[in-house]
């Protein structure tokens, strides 16, 4: 091999030991990232896990298999490892794959969370169902502006982004006057939510994703604006809407996390700039309309 040869595979072996170092960095890093989860959430992976330990040792004694990758599948997930992140506490369960994970696994939503199944208004409240079953599902009542609210129903005021007259490009977050959004009594005593602290709004972009989708629907407690570390609240940032893991930090700083870290970093809230940040809200309810997919 002569000198010019020598040269060009030392440098290809130190390219690929460079690239290999920047992997595992990025890798590191996205772990490091990574929002720890709540003592509730991480109850719900334990139990998820348990469930999941169950059902396996129950279909090899009847001489079947049943691993991560065959629940991933049937969830509709690519991969095993899906799966594995929400029964390993890696990452927190989410409403939508409770209740994948429920129907695949055949086990009641409720087994694993309470906490998830109160952000949605079913046809009776915990203490009337029976243990261990599934509460039944009920017919979509539909309702316009029109419809006399039921006993158990309030509307609560919606929020929007506003942009301002003159055609400065400059958006307000305001109540949008005539537009509400219909709750049901127990939905909200269930989250802790007086009647008079309850508004919607409607959430735009990618940063939360995996949790709260674009375009979804949310709830927000404007009685809890004090922050209490993991918890998700809305906040008026110079005229923007915007959704965010909350953290308080030493020196007055906050600490901003997206749901969606991979393309979202953090972002750090001095003191000077909180002072100009209106929190809304805690968070405590979301909701999303999948769009149809499109066919051939």
């Given at each position: 091999m002569d000198s010019s040869s020598a040269a060009f595979y030392e440098q290809q072996n130190t390219s690929t030991a460079i690239c290999d170092l920047n992997?595992?960095?990025n890798t590191l890093m996205r772990m490091k990232n990574r929002r720890p989860l709540t003592p509730e959430e991480f109850a719900e992976s334990v139990r998820l896990k348990a469930i999941y330990e169950e059902k396996k040792a129950a279909s090899k004694a009847s001489g079947k298999s049943l691993t991560q990758a065959d629940v991933a599948e049937a969830?509709?997930?690519s991969g095993q490892s899906a799966f594995s992140q929400f029964a390993t506490g890696k990452v927190p369960l989410n409403l939508e794959a409770l209740l994948r994970l429920a129907k695949v696994l055949d086990f009641s939503p409720e087994q694993v969370s309470t906490r998830l199944l109160s952000m949605v208004s079913l046809n009776s409240t915990p203490s009337d169902a029976e243990p261990g079953r599934s509460a039944d599902l009920v017919p979509m009542s539909i309702w316009d502006e029109d419809t006399p609210l039921d006993d158990d129903e309030v509307e609560v005021p919606y929020f929007a982004e506003v942009q301002l007259s003159a055609g400065s490009g400059m958006t307000h977050v305001v109540e949008v006057p005539g537009r509400k959004l219909r709750f049901s009594k127990a939905t909200l005593?269930?989250?802790g939510v007086s009647i008079n602290d309850a508004m919607c709004a409607r959430v735009h972009g990618r940063?939360?994703?995996r949790m709260i989708l674009d375009g979804?629907?949310?709830?927000?407690d404007r009685g809890q604006t004090d922050i209490i570390d993991g918890e998700i609240y809305a906040f008026d940032?110079?005229?923007?809407?915007?959704?965010k893991y909350l953290y308080k930090m030493p020196g007055g700083n906050v600490r901003a996390r997206s749901e969606n870290y991979e393309e979202y970093p953090d972002e750090i809230f001095t003191p000077e700039l909180m002072a100009e940040i209106r929190i809304l809200g805690r968070v405590f309810w979301w909701s999303t309309v999948r769009r149809a997919p499109r066919r051939g």
């Open positions: 992997s595992a960095a969830c509709g997930w005593r269930e989250a940063s939360m994703e979804a629907a949310v709830g927000v940032h110079e005229g923007m809407l915007r959704t």
